[in-house]
């Protein structure tokens, strides 16, 4: 299991989300996420100029196994994608965290949909309870 | 109560993700089922299937009692160890089980049945039995490991002694030798040359351990259902059941309508027949990015359809399935992925063969 980083916020469904210092925030799964599902092989990227909505499903992660919606952990714009993805859905599962980010988006109801978020501790004692 | 193979402990301590299968508990993956798969196609790999139901059947009369218990024709086995693939149906052409039956002697048969559907799979099988006198002996005394790819049979055999060697060597593809203590059979479910070895539980995990430093790699259900796909073997409660016939299944070519035998499910299966078999499996693939997945809706000329088995095909890198459509349905369809409709061409499988795509796929 990696080290969750200090700097995400969580969503219960596993998506992550980092307030950069530019203000956009950047979305991915957790590697807690990815383990679950296994070797991925598909992914279905939103559209950069998207508008999300923070609890709705924006994209599709799709392993061996199954498919899972990934939902926007907080409303805006989607500003970038990685693209990179298309080719390399197995990069989630190498660097859930890092290269494995899925979109960007610029936050439109930021301080209220982060409220809503879960601090990496509250997350691994989450994802503790769910194994056990 | 979930039941554990004799191997259970030793797939906990490679760290298998397990899961419950049929009411076992099993390992899905030892850590990437795709690498496991190509393991698999490319060099070496082995499963753990002791879930399986291994019977043996005893009596004089057992040839006879297979000629009327299964679908296929058990008068093909002429040689000892031979084996045989056949569906066991009810009186209405519906499927009960897949196996495989292997001929001993003429008063000694063994036979090879699902994990998921052992209580049903004895429970007629020894009601059909008693008519002709053969005693039917479950083997619960027995594992099963799959050793399967194209160096499969080569380090299988590195790990026998010198006599039970020269046998396994000579057995040609669906025949079956014994030595070592082992039942060693020229079968599987991968699509690649191999052996499926049955085994006494207390050698299991010394060949087990055996066979890792021989450099065979360990391989989770995950990667044995992607593999058999590719194959285009089906897999029972998904793809057939007793509410589908053969025809209706892709195993018309485990049917054998050999004159004046009177096996059970026969005369359903020759009414549907004469009347025309209204829905066939076909084999479909998707160039488009997605995965195609059981239960998605099959959108055909003739009517709707439905997929049963789908998966994203490592050998491949794109989507395969198995749908059962309506009969007629020619080389286009579309598939009904989360609201999208997106087009699959329909094809004949296997899908892969020896480590190959089939030409065309």
């Not at chain 2, 299937?49 to 218990?69: E, Y």
């Not at chain 2, 001993?104 to 209580?119: P, Q, S």
């Amino acid at each position: 299991m990696n080290e969750i980083p200090g700097d995400l916020k969580f969503m219960k469904s596993h998506e992550w989300a980092r307030v950069e210092d530019n203000g956009t925030v950047t979305i991915g799964i957790s590697d807690h996420a990815q383990g679950l599902l296994g070797d991925l092989v598909y992914v279905e990227l939103p559209s950069v100029g998207d508008d999300v909505t923070a609890g709705n499903a924006c994209a599709v992660v799709e392993s061996v196994k199954a498919a899972s919606d990934v939902y926007a952990p907080v409303s805006g714009k989607v500003v970038s994608v990685n693209s990179a993805l298309a080719d390399k859905p197995e990069t989630i599962n190498e660097d859930a965290f890092g290269e494995g980010w899925i979109f960007v988006v610029k936050p439109s109801n930021l301080a209220e949909d982060t409220e809503e978020l879960l601090d990496p501790d509250a997350y691994a004692e989450l994802i503790e309870s769910e194994e056990h | 109560m979930t039941q554990q193979t004799v191997l259970n402990a030793t797939h906990r301590a490679l760290a298998a993700k397990m899961v419950d299968f049929g009411g076992w508990d099993m390992p899905l993956t030892y850590g990437s089922q795709i690498e496991e798969h190509h393991a698999v196609r490319r060099d070496a790999g082995m499963f753990d299937v002791s879930h399986m139901t291994v019977v043996d059947l005893h009596g004089a009369r057992t040839r006879d009692f297979l000629r009327h218990l299964l679908a296929n024709s058990v008068d093909k086995l002429k040689v000892s160890g031979k084996a045989l693939y056949s569906c066991m149906l009810n009186e209405a052409g519906g499927v009960i089980d897949d196996l495989i039956v292997y001929f001993l002697a003429e008063d000694f048969f063994r036979v090879v049945v699902n994990a998921a559907t052992h209580d049903k799979d004895l429970a007629w099988i020894e009601k059909q039995a008693a008519a002709f006198g053969v005693k039917v002996i479950e083997r619960a005394d027995l594992a099963m490991i799959a050793v399967q790819g194209p160096n499969a049979r080569a380090k299988v055999q590195s790990v026998l002694t010198p006599a039970t060697r020269e046998k396994a060597i000579k057995i040609g593809k669906f025949v079956a030798c014994e030595g070592d203590g082992l039942f060693i059979a020229r079968t599987g479910y991968t699509g690649e040359d191999g052996y499926e070895i049955i085994v006494p539980e207390t050698q299991a995990v010394d060949l087990w351990n055996t066979l890792i430093a021989a450099g065979v790699k360990p391989a989770g259900l995950g990667a044995r259902d992607t593999l058999r796909l590719e194959a285009g073997m089906n897999l029972y409660g998904q793809d057939m059941d007793e509410g589908v016939t053969p025809w209706e299944a892709g195993l018309a070519w485990t049917v054998a309508l050999d004159e004046g035998r009177d096996f059970i499910g026969r005369a359903a299966l020759e009414k549907q027949k004469a009347a025309g078999v209204r829905r066939t499996m076909v084999g479909l693939v998707m160039d488009e990015k997605g995965v195609l997945r059981h239960g998605q809706r099959v959108v055909t000329a003739h009517g709707d359809g439905e997929i049963l088995s789908g998966t994203f095909a490592p050998t491949l890198g794109k989507a395969i399935a198995f749908a059962r459509v309506p009969a007629g349905t020619a080389e286009r369809a579309g598939v009904d992925i989360r609201g999208k409709l997106v087009p699959v061409r329909v094809v004949k499988y296997p899908f892969v063969r020896d480590g190959k795509p089939i030409d065309g796929i």
